[in-house]
């Protein structure tokens, strides 16, 4: 026995620090501060000629950029920031290189209180004019996004890169060691990011280096990015400003892929490069690929394109229609506040051998936690504040998804009590109702403003959308809420129709009665309005504060 005990001690002595414990984080040789800011100077130190950006200028020109040419410029310009003194939590907005080395700024103004400087494109400088003569004192870098780095067509943004390089070059070269790469503090604020502001008035949302750092790191494993045989080559459907760009920015980078960049979406130029340039991975909501799908130039590609699908819940027919032109959706859901993705619908290879239908319903749920995440959980909605019961994992009981672990966000910027809300419980409380199934994967039915209570019976709009969409001749659907004296409440569609069809409101309704899409009677909507499009945010997500608006009669040249 002593014989037993006497090795165990040994074996045991193997886990057990050597030196006297310290609370020092400097003497810990073992871990290294997070942030993604890490990235860039990693990838141009290990493959420099590898091809960063591809970019059509505004000026018409293919611009092509290696890690080394990014990476000096982005340097360049954190040396611009130095030498000026700009504080470096400033807001900006300008191509890839500011990403992935200062924050980023939403052009509509959110964020613009707290600015120390701006760089805006040279398209949207008027929509700053109201600011500019509010706040004058602040410094305006204009990039004008030409092919140019120098001389008559480059513009004030790349002269303080050129100052910025110039600038390191007479400190002594020092380069990144003269930047501090590594922050001392990784639960410091590395951005704001923006809310949309359809429930309420946009709030800045304090995203860590750390948390930054994580959700990159999740994003590479669960979209796939890090490929053995080439390099991802990711196109930006997805605005950069909305959360960071779920970080992918910072994500695409870790693994030394080629960002493609659009000045705005363009499906017949998406269809291009996904042909010619064979882009193998993009971000976008339901309703861009809905749109992407029906484009003219739509085909199916030789090669897979994996396709990180969120901003609102899809339907199991979008996807269906994207698998068949080799768009294959990863499906995530998230918020600003967690870094954009906490959730993944995971394959599961025992869905092949399921009826379509029913794979492509699971493949639209909302899933499990990401693997830098803890689970998230479905509570019940009908006890005090901050408690937090589970409901079943039945498939039927609705309750609300909350989030815990590394990729919820720090909290809201100057915001006290929004953020005392948000963490009700000790959990980030996300607003979205769902069910939780028996395999653990949650599925979001609604917000729950958006749940519509008629004659007692809870229709989800979510639900009725992904009916409706099974139409052969609709293009999209967006459901609200609309009184009616019997029941309370009604369903009311808005519907977009196929290029080349027809359809009348009085045809869907008559569809859906006889039991089109599987719709039951009491969720048949009571009216169907076909628009000639969706009124949508800059993210893709579809304004059903302002369908609510139409469904009121409000003027619709006044509400937008």
């Known amino acids: 026995m002593s014989g037993a005990q006497s090795r165990l001690s040994k074996l045991a002595s193997h886990f057990l620090s050597s030196s006297p414990p310290t609370s020092d984080f400097q003497h810990r040789y073992n871990i290294h501060s997070l942030s993604p800011t890490f990235f860039l100077p990693r990838a141009a130190a290990i493959e420099p000629d590898a091809e960063a950006i591809y970019h059509v200028t505004a000026n018409g020109k293919i611009l092509r950029r290696s890690y080394q040419e990014t990476a000096d410029r ?17 807001n900006t907005m300008s191509e890839h290189a500011g990403i992935l080395g200062v924050n980023i700024w939403d052009w509509r103004g959110r964020g613009s209180q707290y600015a120390e400087a701006i760089i805006v494109d040279a398209e949207f400088v008027h929509l700053l004019d109201d600011f500019k003569k509010a706040n004058p004192k602040i ?24 100052e910025g390089l110039k600038y390191d070059a007479e400190q002594g070269s020092k380069g990144w060691d003269g930047l501090q790469p590594q922050v001392e503090n990784e639960e410091g604020v590395i951005a704001l990011a923006y809310t949309s502001g359809t429930t309420a008035k946009p709030k800045g949302v304090e995203y860590t280096h750390r948390g930054a750092y994580v959700a990159a790191l999740g994003n590479v494993i669960e979209s796939g990015l890090n ?7 990711y196109l930006w459907t997805l605005p950069m400003f909305h959360a960071m760009g779920w970080t992918f920015p ?13 000045r705005k979406i363009d499906y017949p130029e998406i269809w291009r490069l996904l042909k010619e340039e064979h882009v193998t991975h993009y971000n976008a909501a339901p309703t861009v690929n809905t749109l992407l799908c029906a484009a003219k130039e739509a085909a199916r590609l030789p090669s897979p394109v994996h396709v990180t699908v969120a901003a609102s819940p899809p339907t199991p027919h979008l996807f269906e229609q994207m698998t068949n032109l080799n768009l294959h959706p990863v499906h995530v859901y ?8 906490i959730t993944k619908g995971y394959h599961m290879p025992a869905w092949e051998s399921i009826s379509t239908t029913d794979k492509y319903k699971k493949m639209a749920r909302q899933g499990h936690g990401f693997i830098t995440s803890l689970p998230i959980r479905v509570i019940k909605t009908d006890q005090p504040d901050g408690v ?13 998804i909350i989030c815990i672990g590394n990729i919820c966000a720090k909290g809201y910027y100057k915001d006290y009590e929004a953020t005392r809300k948000l963490f009700l419980g000790g959990a980030l409380h996300t607003g979205d109702l769902a069910v939780w199934h028996p395999d653990g994967a949650a599925q979001i039915l609604d917000r729950a403003k958006d749940i519509i209570i008629s004659g007692g019976e809870n229709i989800s709009s979510v639900a009725l959308e992904s009916q409706l969409a099974t139409h052969p001749s609709i293009l999209e659907a967006a459901v609200v809420a609309v009184s009616d004296t019997h029941w309370g409440e009604r369903p009311k569609a808005f519907i977009t129709v196929q290029s080349g069809k027809n359809l009348t409101g009085e045809e869907v309704i008559n569809w859906a009665k006889g039991g089109g899409g599987g719709i039951s009677r009491f969720m048949v909507p009571r009216e169907v309005e076909v628009v000639g499009e969706l009124p949508k945010t800059s993210t893709g997500k579809v304004k059903k504060n302002v369908l609510r608006e139409w469904a009121r009669g409000a003027d619709r040249s006044l509400v937008n």
């Open 388 to 400: 937090l019961i589970d409901v079943k994992k039945d498939g039927k009981e609705i309750g609300e």
């Open 139 to 162: 410094p305006f870098i204009v990039d004008t996004d030409t092919d140019a780095t120098e001389g008559e067509l480059s513009g004030q943004f790349d002269e303080a890169v050129l």
């Open 334 to 341: 998230g918020l600003t506040e967690t870094y954009g993705p």
């Open 250 to 262: 910072w994500a695409v980078t870790a693994v030394r892929g080629t960002h493609y960049c659009l």
């Open 227 to 233: 490929y053995h045989t080439g390099r991802c080559r």
């Open 74 to 90: 982005a340097r360049g310009l954190a040396y611009y920031i130095k030498k000026t003194r700009l504080q470096e939590n400033w």
